[in-house]
């Protein structure tokens, strides 16, 4: 039963680590390399509807249906970069920093 357990905060911590430095792998459809915005882990659709130009987003007509919420990689591979992780490892720094306690002396 221990050996289940651990095995699971195995996998825990591996999601964790993907969760946070992974980039999404792109679809191709007819030469366009994209990503669906609606495939993206919760976080990262989150920071990308908040700082994301929405003239970016693009609609693709595959097998007679239509994807309204796709992105070119090349742009998600820019913001991913520039904005997401910078955001996130920002936060990192953020949580971890303590900043000291300062007292003052009077007479």
């Not at 820019?78 to 000291?100: Q, R």
Request: net charge positive; aromatic share 10%; charged share 20%.
């Amino acid at each position: 039963m221990q050996k289940s357990g651990y095995n699971g905060v195995v996998q825990l911590i591996k999601c964790f680590k993907l969760g946070n430095n992974m980039r999404v792998p792109s679809e191709i459809y007819k030469g366009i390399e994209y990503i669906r915005i609606s495939a993206l882990p919760a976080d990262q659709k989150d920071h990308l509807y908040k700082s994301l130009n929405h003239k970016l987003i693009i609609n693709i007509l595959k097998d007679e249906s239509l994807l309204n919420d796709c992105l070119q990689y090349q742009h998600y591979i820019t913001w991913y970069e520039n904005v997401y992780k910078t955001t996130v490892e920002g936060k990192s720094i953020e949580v971890s920093a303590k900043s000291p306690v300062l007292t003052l002396a009077f007479k």
